[in-house]
């Protein structure tokens, strides 16, 4: 891609989809203290409703929790249990945006994330990244968003203490997200 072809102007008003084959809704955590174990759902759908003024707009997102993926069956398995996400008792995570405001060159984009059936107010970051054109003439919008949450503060409280000190699984898990959506 270059230069030209990306254009920075907002996307058009009106309702516009995630394109799940080049969405990525993404995570990381610190493991015994040290590394990360980083990880993504790979079952999602969500819309943006974009508004004239885009700090008018409104982001919805729902995450299929069986579908978290890290690389390692067995920790998935764990993630999945009730230990962590439960998953067969709530089958989804959600995110809803309540407001935008600019800031600098991107937007806060402020929040309502569901999980386990607890919804907290969560801030993103989010950069508009523009809008381009695929080789099939599909215009699509482009977003990177990050923030941090605790994840004590949704019942994600399982652990286990480390003879060295310290816990095998961090508390604070980093949310990183790339998306491109469509026109409806």
């Known amino acids: 891609m270059t230069a ?3 254009r920075t102007s907002t996307p058009q008003a ?16 610190r ?11 790979k079952a999602f759908d969500g819309k943006i409703d974009v ?15 069986a579908s978290i993926d890290t690389g390692a069956p067995d920790r998935d398995a764990h993630l999945r249990s009730g230990d962590f996400l439960d998953a067969a008792t709530y089958p989804t995570l959600a ?11 991107g937007y806060d984009m402020e929040g309502e994330l569901t999980i386990r059936d607890l919804t907290r107010p969560v801030t993103l970051d989010v950069e508009y990244l523009g ?3 695929d080789p099939w003439g ?21 652990n286990q203490p480390l003879e060295t000190g310290g816990w095998l699984v961090g508390k604070t898990v980093h949310i990183e997200i790339e998306a491109q959506a469509v026109k409806a």
């Open 95 to 105: 995110f809803r945006s309540t407001a935008i405001r600019a800031k600098g060159d």
């Open 14 to 29: 009106g309702t516009w989809t995630l394109d799940p084959a080049h969405t990525h809704v993404g995570f990381a955590v």
């Open 138 to 158: 599909t215009e699509k919008a482009a977003f990177s968003a990050t923030t941090s949450i605790d994840r004590d503060e949704w019942g994600l409280t399982w």
């Open 51 to 65: 508004a004239d003024d885009p700090t008018g707009s409104v982001v919805e997102v729902s995450i299929d929790a």
């Open 31 to 41: 493991h015994l203290m040290a590394a990360k174990v980083r990880g993504s759902f």
């Open 131 to 133: 809008l381009v054109t």
């Open 4 to 6: 030209s072809t990306m």
